[in-house]
């Protein structure tokens, strides 16, 4: 069982993605779409709990309904946002040159390839910006990784994320089906990222941004944890400079922002400390 799971999680997480890709290209309904990501959830915490990387991270440290709750706020906005899609292509498509004659799948790949790189730049920036450090330093602040820390996320940033990925495609005019196949793409890679399974991939973990690697942006001190920034691939780290190997081992000790040990641990705080006096991001080991 363990040898299935440590070589079967990820196809089993790409076979619910391929799933969550045809129900939109059929013009499903969201909810079914929401029912895949659900899945993928459960998923996550059955695996985690019989092959975990670190034990330790699948305890309760009095995060988990914090957690919840930032991904079910999270997720919500994501599903507004898909239902005002309409709205906002009307307002920023400069000129309809999205490739509709292309297959549906090689729409969406296109469409995941450039929010990448949207969402890859954002992430950097707000490394290397203060103000935009404020809001993401909720995601670093975690002190264990597992599934659900790739949907904890201050909303503004989730915001500013989202925006920076989705805006070239409104431009282009992506159309709504291939919108919502990303939405559940990126909840499954963001699953897929933070995951506390010891899966394996091989020398696609090399290439694509998954736990392994991930791990490494999570280290908690200045400029160590700045690698890794891509969301579905670590192609636009490897062009910017940013791609660090995966394999080092990471500890719970080695997580969370070493400026700020004291960070809030609670929705609402977390919510509200972007907007308190804070220092520059991270600080030297």
């Keep these: 069982m363990r040898t299935l799971i440590r070589y079967g999680y990820v196809p089993l997480v790409g076979a619910l993605a391929g799933l969550a890709v045809w129900l939109a ?7 079914s779409l929401a029912i895949v990501v659900i899945v993928a959830i459960a998923a996550s915490f059955t695996t985690e709990r019989r092959l975990p990387v670190d034990p330790g991270w699948n305890r309760d440290h009095g995060d988990r309904r914090r957690d919840f709750l930032h991904t ?9 946002s898909l239902a005002l899609l309409p709205t906002l292509s009307a307002l920023f498509t400069l000129g309809d040159t999205w490739p509709h004659t292309w297959p549906f799948a090689v729409q969406v790949l296109a469409a995941i390839a450039v929010f990448d790189l949207g969402v890859t ?15 993401h330093a909720v995601h670093h602040s975690v002190r264990r990784l597992y599934g659900l820390n790739g949907l904890m996320k ?26 919502a196949a990303l939405a559940a793409c990126a909840a499954l890679q963001l699953l897929l990222q933070h995951s506390n399974v010891d899966y394996r991939v091989g020398r696609l973990g090399s290439v694509l941004a998954l736990n392994c690697g ?24 490897r062009l910017l400079g940013t791609y ?12 969370g ?13 977390q919510l509200a400390e972007p907007f ?7 600080a030297a080991p």
């Design 276 to 282: 308190r006096h804070q220092p520059a991001p991270l």
């Design 257 to 269: 922002i070493a400026a700020r040990p004291d960070y809030p641990a609670g929705y609402l705080a």
């Design 25 to 31: 290209g059929h013009e499903a309904p969201l909810w």
């Design 72 to 80: 079910l706020v999270n997720e919500t906005g994501t599903a507004v």
């Design 154 to 179: 201050h909303p503004v940033h989730q915001l500013i994320e989202t925006t920076a990925g989705i805006t070239p495609l409104l431009v282009a005019g992506v159309p709504e089906p291939v919108a």
């Design 121 to 135: 730049l954002a992430h950097m920036a707000s490394h290397r910006v203060e103000l935009l450090w404020r809001f």
């Design 244 to 255: 660090a190997p995966p394999g080092r081992t990471v500890t719970t000790d080695e997580l």
């Design 214 to 237: 991930h791990r490494l942006h999570h280290l908690r001190w200045d400029g160590v944890g700045d690698v890794n920034f891509g969301l579905f691939t670590l192609v636009w780290d």
